[in-house]
């Protein structure tokens, strides 16, 4: 599985604003951290793989596989 998301994480601005945004403009939205996909991967059952930022860019890939 791959989640291509904006991750929440301190050297991230263009998260942190996304984040902002998520929270102003709806009622329970928010930027996730890769820490949290990892967690909700492992409780579907799924092995994390990894992170993978995208250069240039302020969204990050979230890779999970089965064990």
Same mark, same amino acid.
């Given at each position: 599985m791959a989640v291509h998301d904006f991750l929440a &994480?301190?050297?991230n #601005?263009? &998260?942190a604003m996304f984040s902002v945004v998520m929270l102003v403009w709806t009622?329970?939205?928010e &930027?996730?951290?890769g820490d949290d996909y990892r967690a909700w991967f492992?409780? &579907?059952? %799924?092995k #994390? %793989?990894?992170?993978?930022p995208n250069p240039g860019m302020p969204t990050s890939l979230v890779i999970a596989g089965k064990p």
């Open positions: &994480a301190g050297d #601005p263009g &998260a009622r329970e939205g &930027a996730y951290s492992v409780e &579907a059952g %799924l #994390p %793989l990894g992170v993978h």
